[in-house]
Structure formats: structure tokens, C-alpha cells
């Protein structure tokens, strides 16, 4: 299909997992995708798979300068805020330095390329940024997820406020709650659950039997509500979270 045939995309965080998935997704619709991380190797992989259709570049979305120069050269008309890490603990285990890390990874990141990419989509008379929360948080609380739940909770009203303030001017932010997706950070989480149990399959079957239908997302499930909120067909929706969690919170 060309669903997405005349925009400009940027992704955050599209070397592997949900936004590696959904870079894809949006190339195959006919976007034109700037795919970013910090990983550049993973992001040579990318273009390759891509057969050189998809644009990469090393953006750091804890680095202001990174993601200005890379917001110019972009101009995106779907800006994809995908970057997040996952921290494991309760109140009582996170440092002050471990929140202060998510929050600018998880939260300020948005806040700086969103910054850097709004005023050209005022200009251009559009846009739709697509924000990466979850439905741990932002929906449910999950068990040791205490930093992680915080900022994607924080995500949502980022999320609903920049929508409300650009509702008339053609601007739509909407963010994504999804339950667990298979990725590699995910499986770094199994492994280590894992060992902590002594037992991988007990941490498997403990990630797998919170979703109610007994299996966790492919990230390319994610990716076609990427595809949907990046185009056209989702033109009357803003400032809402998107839930897609195998019935986890929906019971
Ligand atoms: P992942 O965690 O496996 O990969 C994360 C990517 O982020 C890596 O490619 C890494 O290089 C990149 N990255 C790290 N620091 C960066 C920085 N400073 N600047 C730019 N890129 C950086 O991928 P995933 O599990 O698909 O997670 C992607 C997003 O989806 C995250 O925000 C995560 O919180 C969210 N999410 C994931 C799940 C899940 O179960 N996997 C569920 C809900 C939400």
C-alpha cells in the first residue's frame, strides 16, 4: 500500500524493537523515513533490510544539538518518539541519579524534538506526533516498574497537553500504551528475571500469563498502529492513548 506516500517521518530509538518495526512499516506504505538511534550499526542492518530506502542517522535524544540538526534535515511531518528504557525496582530501589536518567530519556527527549519539530509543521499547516508511552503506568501498574511507570504516565499528559494547544492548527499528538512486545530489551529482561529465579522458563511464563492471551505482541502489531496514527485515516483522533495490550488492562 501507499498509505503514507507523501510524509516526511522521523523515528526515535529505530535500530531494533517496536521502532525498527515501525520504520519499516512506514517505508513499505511509501513514507519517506529517517530512521535514528544511537546505535549505528544496528541502523546499517536497518538500511539494508530496508534496500537502501530508509535514511539513517546517529541521534542521541538526550542531546539538544543532536536532535536540532537532525529535526532540520528531516522535517518531519510524523515525528515517531519511540526512545524509552525500562528501569526495574519499587520507590525504595531507584537512585536519584536512575530517575533523573529516565526522566530525560523517557520524557525531556520528547519534549526536545518535539520542540525542534513543531514549529515546521505549524509552518507546513501539519502534523501528527506519535509519542511512545505504555499501558504500564499510564493504564495499570506493573510490579518493580516504579521509575519506568512514572515517566510513561508523564508521557500521557505531555501527550494530551501539546495536543490540546494545536488541536486548531492542523497538529495531532497522540501516544501509544502497549503491553509487552517481544524486543531485544525485552528478552535482556526475561534473561535476567531468569537468572534471578533460577529459572528462564518461570520468567518467561511470568511475562507471557499477565497477557491474557497467553503470548506477548510482535512488534510489528505495534507497528500498524504506527502506520495508522502516522496517516491520514487517523485525521480525527488527538490527544488520546492507544491501547494495545493483549486484553492485559481491558479485563
Ligand atoms: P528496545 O528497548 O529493545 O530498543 C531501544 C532502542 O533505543 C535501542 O535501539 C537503543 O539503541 C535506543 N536508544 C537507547 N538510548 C537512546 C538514546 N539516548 N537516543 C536514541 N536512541 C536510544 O526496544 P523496545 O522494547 O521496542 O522499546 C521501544 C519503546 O517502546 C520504549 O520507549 C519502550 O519503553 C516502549 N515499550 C516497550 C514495551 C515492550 O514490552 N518491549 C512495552 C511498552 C512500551
Given at each position: 500500500g501507499q498509505r503514507l506516500a507523501d510524509k516526511r517521518v522521523l523515528v526515535t530509538a529505530a535500530a531494533q524493537g517496536i521502532g525498527r518495526a515501525s520504520a519499516l512499516a512506514m517505508?513499505?506504505?511509501?513514507?519517506?523515513?529517517?530512521?535514528?538511534?544511537?546505535?549505528?550499526?544496528?541502523?546499517?542492518?536497518?538500511?539494508?533490510?530496508?534496500?537502501?530506502?530508509?535514511?539513517?542517522?546517529?541521534?542521541?535524544?538526550?542531546?539538544?544539538?543532536?536532535?536540532?540538526?537532525?529535526?532540520?534535515r528531516a522535517r518531519p511531518d510524523v515525528l515517531f518518539n519511540c526512545a524509552g528504557f525500562v528501569h526495574h525496582g519499587t520507590i525504595l530501589d531507584a537512585t536519584d541519579d536512575e530517575i533523573d536518567f529516565a526522566m530525560d530519556l523517557n520524557l525531556r527527549s520528547m519534549v526536545r524534538t518535539i520542540r525542534a519539530a513543531l514549529p515546521g509543521m505549524l509552518v507546513r499547516g501539519g502534523g501528527s506526533i506519535i509519542n511512545m508511552s505504555s499501558a504500564v503506568g499510564s493504564v495499570i501498574g506493573a510490579p518493580n516498574r516504579f521509575v519506568y511507570g512514572t515517566t510513561k504516565a508523564a508521557v500521557v499528559g505531555l501527550t494530551k497537553s501539546v495536543a490540546v494547544d494545536y488541536v486548531t492548527q492542523g497538529i495531532r499528538c497522540n501516544c501509544i500504551c502497549p503491553g509487552t512486545v517481544e524486543s531485544p530489551s525485552w528478552h535482556d529482561r526475561v534473561k535476567a528475571l531468569g537468572e534471578k529465579l533460577g529459572s528462564y522458563d518461570e520468567a518467561l511464563q511470568q511475562f507471557v500469563s499477565r497477557q491474557p492471551m497467553g503470548r506477548v505482541a510482535a512488534p510489528e502489531e505495534i507497528a500498524a498502529l504506527v502506520v495508522y496514527l502516522a496517516s491520514d485515516e487517523s485525521a480525527f483522533t488527538t490527544g488520546h492513548t492507544h491501547i494495545i495490550d493483549g486484553g492485559w488492562s481491558g479485563q
Open positions: 517505508a513499505r506504505e511509501g513514507a519517506t523515513v529517517f530512521a535514528t538511534d544511537v546505535n549505528t550499526d544496528l541502523l546499517e542492518t536497518l538500511k539494508n533490510e530496508s534496500d537502501g530506502a530508509i535514511e539513517i542517522a546517529k541521534l542521541d535524544v538526550r542531546d539538544d544539538a543532536s536532535v536540532k540538526s537532525h529535526v532540520e
